[in-house]
């Protein structure tokens, strides 16, 4: 089994900064990807930034500049600066993990996702 535990959402005043965190654990032979996707009210999924294992990291336009995403392989764990926020940046940030899976023989390759946590920017 594979957990995803994210943590670092709160309330920000525009220009302010957060940094999220997403810690993945359990069943893991290796990550492919890891990223971060937001959802605001009404409106559809977003990529927000990913970084792909011995690629090069991706940005949505609408964070370049602002946002930075790194990963702690050692501890398989996906970090977004997010600074000079705006009320636009509001929503609910979520983790995604691509990775190689020992809960089944053969490995396979699975797709995960956090449960999410909620980034308010007031203006």
């Known amino acids: 089994q594979v957990q995803l535990v994210e943590s670092g959402g709160g309330l920000v005043q525009a220009g302010g900064s957060l940094r999220l965190s997403c810690a993945a654990s359990?069943?893991?032979?290796?990550?492919?990807?890891m990223g971060w996707y937001r959802q605001a009210p009404e409106k559809q999924r977003e990529l927000v930034a990913s970084?792909?294992?011995?690629?090069?990291?991706n940005y949505a336009d609408s964070v370049k500049g602002r946002f930075t995403i790194s990963r702690d392989n050692a501890k398989n764990t996906v970090y977004l600066q997010m600074n000079s926020l705006k009320p636009e940046d509001t929503a609910i940030y979520f983790c995604?993990?691509?990775?190689?899976?020992?809960?089944?023989?053969?490995?396979?390759?699975?797709?995960?996702w956090g449960q999410g946590t909620q980034v308010t920017v007031s203006s």
């Open positions: 359990g069943s893991i032979v290796s990550i492919r990807l």
């Open positions: 995604r993990v691509v990775l190689v899976t020992k809960e089944t023989m053969p490995y396979r390759v699975a797709d995960y």
């Open positions: 970084i792909p294992t011995g690629g090069a990291t």
